[in-house]
């Protein structure tokens, strides 16, 4: 083993593991890498319900890939129903909280019968199969009811998170061309209604295609309503033909499921999008592996269904598992900073998945805030979206695992629909810092610039080297983007833009993105997305972004932006910007710095050098090649001034 302090899973934890010891592990991941087809297509077989059986487990165009091709099934069947002809139907397949404190426990037969009754609502008003439709929701029991109502249908969703602005969503509406909205007056935040019906109309003032909007009332605050648009979920509910029951619609493996949009290397978002059988075969199996679950589990991912991880971790891993899915509205200062483990205490949770943002943020309050609270019911804990700090970790194992909860740190991302690296938790010993190793049927490697294997130690580019079941097809609308953005640097070879090494023992130690995509609070910005939004101001000739280390959120947004004649006020620009950036993209985007400049670095045919920014923010200084820059002395300038 390499140097780093080394966890191994205590005997208790393996005795009742479901894979257990590192032969527990290899022999998984061996047979999976010498008969992939035979070892997905027999877990298919187990694990899935099919109304017809598939024909052949993968075919591989690269770069585009087909997993079992001729079968036919449904998701929302294998989440739901099957469940209901065992003693599951009774288990509370979602627990939910209110910011408010209101609760839901929701069993899997009344799961059903909401999610069947939201799909017949949908077919009232016309839809189906193929159909796309946009939920802008709150996280409330309805945003996995009206998804997995389409799913039911085949109906082909997106998921838009709450926080995104009206701008963000009208382009995701037009883009992904739906014809309904799915959303709330608005949802509970820091005891404060956050409204989210007016941001859908104004996004619908440009998105003719949309014939209808669903709003489920939340909150009870005043918003107005379209006539002949827009209808209450309630009403549309109450209508004497919706029944409890809508059959579940068998569609091809590889029906379109959703598209989730996130943010590339340019101002436009991708529609990434994910297929349903092996989608649904690799997030239900990781599920199983990396959180070792087991029947009696209260499973808690805090991440918000807006992102990728929720909707594979607190949506259809969990319930195609028949697990128990905490899901938590609001903030979790609200009442006070020790909100989520009064969630783990009251409600038993046994595993808890969140992000090392989260984690660091929680540090900040201090020990005395846990230590109220009886956190035994834990197990296992969980990081993803970002690389957790050792001293992160640390905290974490101690204070909330109590030196006895393994932490799976897992890696993955939206486009690979399922986590990739992570410790099984009963046969990986851990280190703080890394994922550990890859999941069987996943071949992972770090190489150089020219695709050799970089070798121990080595820092090169986090590479994913033959199809797994919940990849991305493509680009929603854009296969040519899809293919140059992933596959291009290295024929066949996924390419992540993640900068990885491996130790001597083969565990991946991921250092973070090599592209100009920003991770801020485990949330994907790109660069672009936040200078397009900055040059729109009639302010602005120029903007050039880029992350700076933050302390809590891993990176910040910092903006170096040049002004138009005329424009002078730099400290009622500055407020005035970073405004403006939430109000073209979501809060969350929100600007830590603007710097204001009277020029940006550029190489002589008219490039912002970013990297010497990014070594600005980070160092305060420059170093490496600089030759190729026009103008030396706007390095200096910048170098020498500090926030304003
Ligand atoms: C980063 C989130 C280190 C990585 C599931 C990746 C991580 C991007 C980890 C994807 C981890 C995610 N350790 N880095 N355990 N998990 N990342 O698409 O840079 O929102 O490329 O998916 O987050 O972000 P995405």
């Not at 918000?304 to 909707?311: E, F, K, Y």
């Not at 992570?422 to 770090?446: E, H, N, W």
């Not at 040059?535 to 903006?559: L, M, Y």
């Amino acid at each position: 083993m390499s140097q780093s302090a080394v966890y191994a899973p205590s005997p208790e934890f393996v005795q009742n593991a479901l894979v257990k010891g590192m032969e527990g592990y290899r022999a998984l991941y061996d047979r999976a890498a010498e008969q992939p087809e035979q070892f997905w297509g027999e877990l298919a077989e187990k694990e899935l319900v099919w109304d017809e059986k598939w024909s052949q487990v993968c075919e591989w165009n690269p770069p585009f890939a087909k997993w079992f091709t001729g079968g036919k099934l449904n998701a929302a069947y294998n989440c739901l129903d099957r469940h209901l002809a065992t003693p599951r139907k009774n288990k509370i397949a979602i627990l939910w909280e209110g910011e408010p404190g209101d609760q839901r426990l929701i069993s899997y037969q009344e799961l059903h019968r909401l999610v069947c009754r939201f799909a017949n609502v949908l077919k009232s008003r016309g839809l189906t199969t193929g159909d796309r439709a946009i939920i802008y929701m709150p996280m409330i029991p309805e945003l996995p009811v009206a998804m997995l109502a389409c799913a039911r249908l085949g109906i082909i969703h997106s998921v838009v998170f709450g926080g995104f602005s009206a701008e963000a969503l009208k382009a995701r509406i037009r883009d992904l061309g739906a014809s309904v909205v799915v959303t709330a007056d608005g949802g509970w935040r820091r005891a404060k209604e956050v409204k989210l019906k007016p941001a859908v109309d104004e996004a619908l003032t440009e998105c003719p295609g949309v014939k209808n909007v669903i709003v489920y009332r939340r909150t009870g605050g005043e918003i107005t309503m379209q006539d002949g648009r827009d209808h209450w979920w309630h009403d549309l509910d109450a209508d004497e033909g919706i029944s409890d029951f809508c059959p579940a619609v068998p569609v091809d493996s590889e029906h379109p499921l959703y598209v989730l949009y996130t943010s590339g290397t340019t101002g436009q978002p991708k529609g990434i999008l994910h297929t349903t059988a092996g989608y649904l075969l690799q997030t239900m199996m990781t599920m199983k592996w990396v959180f070792d679950l087991k029947e009696e589990d209260t499973y808690w991912c805090s991440a918000d269904i807006g992102w990728v991880t929720g909707h594979s971790y607190v949506v259809y891993g969990p319930l195609a598992a028949g697990a128990t899915s905490v899901m938590y509205e609001g903030a979790p200062d609200t009442p006070a900073v020790d909100r989520w483990w009064r969630l783990i205490e009251k409600h038993r949770v046994s595993i808890f998945y969140t992000s090392p943002t989260a984690i660091r943020s929680l540090i900040r309050q201090g020990e005395q805030w846990p230590d109220k609270h009886d956190l035994s019911s834990l197990r296992l804990l969980g990081s993803v979206g970002e690389p957790i700090n050792p001293a992160a970790w640390e905290w974490y194992y101690r204070v909330i695992g109590k030196n006895r909860c393994p932490i799976v740190d897992t890696w993955w991302q939206t486009e690979t629909g399922a986590i990739m690296i992570s410790a099984m938790p009963g046969a990986i010993p851990l280190k703080p810092g890394s994922g550990t190793l890859p999941l069987p049927g996943i071949s992972m490697d770090v190489v150089d610039m020219d695709g050799n294997p970089a070798g121990t130690d080595k820092e090169g580019f986090l590479v994913i080297r033959k199809p797994w079941p919940a990849m991305i097809r493509t680009i929603w609308g854009d296969p040519d983007r899809y293919q140059q953005q992933y596959w291009s640097r290295m024929p066949g070879v996924y390419f992540s833009g993640d900068a990885a090494r491996r130790d001597s023992d083969g565990y991946f130690w991921v250092l973070g993105r090599v592209d100009d995509v920003m991770n801020v609070s485990g949330h994907r910005l790109s660069t672009m997305e936040v200078e397009s939004a900055l040059v729109h101001h009639p302010a602005v000739a120029e903007a050039a972004v880029v992350a700076k280390p933050h302390e809590i959120t891993g990176q910040a947004v910092c903006c170096f932006v040049t002004l138009k004649q005329g424009y002078t006020d730099h400290q009622a620009l500055g407020a005035e910007l970073r405004k403006w950036v939430a109000h073209e993209i979501g809060a969350f985007a929100r600007p830590e710095e603007i710097r204001f400049t009277d020029a940006l670095p550029k190489t002589r045919s008219g490039k912002i050098m970013r990297r010497l920014l990014r070594e600005i923010v980070t160092t305060h200084t420059v170093t490496g090649d600089v030759t190729t820059l026009e103008d030396l002395s706007v390095v200096a300038r910048l170098s020498a001034q500090r926030e304003e």
